[in-house]
């Protein structure tokens, strides 16, 4: 599919070493990975540093921070979600939107991503170079990822890919019945906790909780006012 972009010859053996440092993984995931090569949304670096099994600086301008993460992790939360063609899902954190383009090709051309970016710079990036990719199933927001529309839901799926201290209420409520969210929490004095959370007659199931690094969730300015948090 992107054979083109692909001029590199120690492209293979770099996603072949990942891969094989990664597995298990399901067949699905493993197919996504080669179909968007993690080079191309990491472009400002060499080629055998967007490959190295570790997170990536993509942004930092105070408030804001933000990686490309690490790519074995990245592939097991996939895996985690456990998705299906034509499902509509919401990731939190747009970033380089490798993660978004990972998601478009595992729900298929009939499934839907909405995906959120506070950092204005980077969402228009990745929208950008999602539509050079012809990645037309994606939707890219610039704003507080905890304020997305109802409208634009119900997912079936959710995913943070940066760590909040408050639960997402709302999002949660617009999580179909049965549904999986991937919550990152952070924790005062401890490792951030990646949550695994099935919505089961309408409430919060944990299923996996493991410790994990991620970068903090930031809010707009105008959300902290309305929540009484400024």
Known sequence: MLASLI????????QNA??????????????????????????????????LDRPLLLYDKAPYLSTISQPSFVLRILDMLEL?????VYELGTGSGWNAALLSYLVGPTGKVITSEIIPELAKSARELLHNLDVENVEVLA????EVAEEKGPFDRIIFTAGADEFPTQLFANLKNSGVMVFV???????????VIKKKNGQAETKISMPCSFVSVVRSKESRQEDGTL
């Open 7 to 14: 001029v590199d010859p120690r492209i293979e053996s770099f």
């Open 143 to 146: 704003q507080d990822g905890f």
């Open 84 to 88: 299906a063609e034509g499902q509509r």
């Open 185 to 195: 929490r952070k924790r005062n004095h401890h490792a951030d906790m990646l949550e």
């Open 18 to 51: 990942l891969i094989e440092k990664s597995l298990p993984l399901s067949e699905r995931v493993v197919e996504a990975f080669y179909s968007f090569p993690r080079h191309l949304f990491a472009s400002k670096y060499p080629i055998e540093q967007a490959y």
